[in-house]
C-alpha cells in the first residue's frame, strides 16, 4: 500500500495510543526525531494519521481534508503540532482509503490494456499495407544452434494466445532441458493458454522429470503418455509449428513451420496421438509412482534383437521400417543404459523383464 516498514511501526504506536507526540514515538521506537517527524508527515498525507490541534478536533476531519490541502498548509500544520501530538486515524477509514486508491490504479492500467488491445486491429492494418514492401516469413525455416532454437521456442511462446500442443519423446529429461524450459511453459500456463503435452510412459520412471511433470500439472497442463516412441514437435495456436531438422540427430536444430497444410497435417497427427494417449495421472497412480517394466513394444524390440541376426530381419518381423526398428532400439538401450544391444538384453533378463 506504499507504507514503509517503518512508517507501519509508527502507525502501530499510535494505534495502541502508547505514545502521542514525535519525541515519545521515537524513545520508543528508538528512531531520530527526523525520522519520525518525515514518517509522520508521510502517514498525515497519506491520511492514516492527524495531527492534534491542527483542525476542528474531529478524528478523522484532518485526514479527509489532507489531501484537498496545499503541501505548504499540511506542513506548517506539522510544525505547529509537534508539541500538541498526533492520533491514528480509525483503519477502517485509513487502510481502506490506501485499499481504494490501488484499486483505482488497477483499474487505470486494465483502462491502458484495453485501449492497447483495441489498437492491435488498427496496427494489423498497417502491417498488412506495408506486406508489399516487406518480405514475407519463409513458410518453412530452418534454425541451427540450441541457443538459436530455444531462442525461437522462446519467441513462438510468447506470442502464443490461444494454445499450445508439445510432443517430448525424451526419457528422462535431462536437468539443462527442464531449466530451459520452465520459464517458456509456466508463462503460457501463467497467461491461461491451453497447454497440452504428450510424452512417452518412461520419462514417468525418472524422479526428476516425473517432478517436473507434476509441477505442469499443478499449474494447469493437461499431460498424457503414450508406449511407443513418438516425434517431437510443439505447434502454437495451430498456426506455427516446429519440429527437429533431422529425428534421429536433434543437435542439428530445427525447422520453424508457417505453412498451413504442412501445420494442419501436424496438428492432425498430435489429435490422433492424444487421442490413443493416457492420462498420466492415471499411469502412474497404476505405476505407483516407481520404476515401470519395459513397454510391450520395448520387450518386443528386445526378443527380435535376441532371435535375428540382422536388423533388416528384425524390422521386417514388428512390421516397421529399418530406420524405425534403429530409432526403437535407441530408445530400449536409453532406457536400460545400456552400452550395446547384447547389454541391453542381459539386463533385461535379469532383471526379469524378458
Not at 491542527?54 to 506539522?78: K, Y
Request: glycine residues 10%.
Amino acid at each position: 500500500m506504499g507504507v514503509t516498514e517503518r512508517e507501519e511501526r509508527i502507525y502501530r504506536c499510535l494505534l495502541k495510543g502508547e505514545r502521542e507526540t514525535a519525541g515519545a514515538i521515537g524513545e520508543a521506537l528508538g528512531l531520530a526525531g527526523s525520522e519520525v517527524r518525515a514518517a509522520l508527515e508521510r502517514l498525515t498525507g497519506l491520511g492514516l494519521v492527524r495531527a492534534r490541534g491542527a483542525g476542528d478536533g474531529h478524528d478523522d476531519g484532518f485526514a479527509a481534508g489532507s489531501t484537498d490541502s496545499s503541501a505548504d498548509s499540511l506542513s506548517d500544520s506539522l510544525s505547529d503540532s509537534l508539541s500538541d501530538g498526533f492520533a491514528a486515524v480509525d483503519p477502517a477509514i485509513g487502510v481502506e482509503r490506501l485499499v481504494e486508491d490501488v484499486l483505482a490504479g488497477l483499474r487505470t492500467q486494465m483502462q491502458q490494456a484495453d485501449a492497447a488491445r483495441a489498437a492491435v486491429s488498427e496496427l494489423g492494418q498497417e502491417f498488412r499495407q506495408g506486406e508489399g514492401v516487406r518480405a514475407p516469413a519463409a513458410d518453412i525455416e530452418h534454425v541451427t544452434g540450441r541457443q538459436e532454437v530455444w531462442d525461437r521456442l522462446d519467441e513462438l511462446s510468447f506470442f502464443a494466445y490461444r494454445e499450445v500442443m508439445a510432443i517430448h519423446p525424451g526419457a528422462p529429461w535431462r536437468a539443462w532441458n527442464i531449466e530451459a524450459a520452465r520459464p517458456l511453459d509456466m508463462r503460457c500456463l501463467r497467461r491461461g493458454l491451453s497447454y497440452r503435452l504428450i510424452v512417452v510412459r518412461e520419462a514417468l520412471q525418472d524422479a526428476l522429470t516425473r517432478a517436473y511433470l507434476d509441477e505442469l500439472r499443478s499449474a494447469g497442463a493437461q499431460i498424457r503418455c503414450v508406449e511407443e516412441p513418438v516425434q517431437r514437435m510443439a505447434v502454437y495456436d495451430r498456426s506455427r509449428a516446429v519440429a527437429p531438422l533431422d529425428p534421429s540427430e536433434g543437435r542439428r536444430g530445427a525447422v520453424v513451420v508457417r505453412q498451413p497444410g504442412l501445420v494442419a497435417g501436424l496438428v492432425d497427427l498430435f489429435e490422433r496421438t492424444w487421442q490413443s494417449a493416457a492420462d498420466v495421472a492415471t499411469v502412474a497412480a497404476v505405476d505407483g509412482g516407481g520404476d515401470c517394466p519395459l513397454s510391450e513394444l520395448d520387450k518386443r524390440v528386445l526378443n527380435a534383437l535376441l532371435r535375428a541376426d540382422k536388423d533388416e530381419v528384425a524390422a521386417r518381423e514388428l512390421g516397421v521400417s529399418l530406420r524405425t526398428f534403429q530409432r526403437y532400439v535407441a530408445h530400449v538401450l536409453a532406457h536400460l543404459d545400456a552400452g550395446s544391444r547384447f547389454q541391453a538384453a542381459v539386463r533385461a533378463k535379469e532383471r526379469g523383464w524378458l
